[in-house]
């Protein structure tokens, strides 16, 4: 049975105590945090900064994943590395040259993750893929939490898994945007092997967090 790891977006935490909320999750059974950085220019949101993971980084030893949604984001990504981020992903419309983005990251000892929007195919990152750590496919198009899901992208990840196998590649597929218990044996089935979750696992059976990363994992 293929492991599934689950990334809790703290998009959905409650902000005013965000170390409280990372530790819970960690006793939860969550495997890494997910960390939305937006800037309001690549996404029409605000979030946080380096400064936020910086002084979160010591509450937590699970690995930061870190999606920038921000442009331009090349000249960003030391800063977030600096931070404490332990995997950087990254979109390939915000960056003038992706394989240069994605060696940068590398360069500092950090895994690179390549985000596809919805609306983003697989070719803008194909011949990249012996490069990259992780593949975040967005099931919404990024900005806010809370979406709904969009059903299309499976799809997408099924043609992700053909290919990562057909070349015998190893990075991860990791799927983020109105993921619950309803709709996630369809992306796992079509092979992801991350899924992000932020108002499920905060809300659902009134906030109780561990129960919901289990029946995620179980699924």
Known sequence: MKKIKISPSILSADFSKLSSEIKKLEEGGADMIHVDVMDGHFVPNLTIGPPVIKSLRS????????????????????????????????????????????????????????????????????????????????????????????????????????????????????????????????VIEAGANILVSGTTIFKENSGDIKKNIETLKSI
């Open 59 to 186: 509450h937590t030893n699970l690995p930061f994943d870190v999606h920038l949604m921000i442009s331009p984001v090349h000249k960003y990504i030391k800063n977030f590395s600096d931070a404490g981020a332990d995997i950087i992903t990254i979109h390939p419309e915000a960056t003038d040259n992706l394989i240069d983005s994605i060696n940068h990251i590398k360069n500092l000892k950090k895994k690179a993750g390549v985000s596809l929007n919805p609306n983003t195919k697989i070719s803008a990152v194909e011949k990249y893929l012996d490069k990259i750590d992780l593949i975040l496919i967005m099931s919404v198009y990024p900005g806010f939490g809370g979406q709904k899901f969009i059903p299309e992208v499976v799809s997408k990840i099924k043609m992700l898994s053909e290919i990562k196998k057909n070349k015998n590649l190893n990075f991860d597929i990791e799927v983020d945007g109105g993921i619950n218990f309803e709709n996630s044996k369809s």
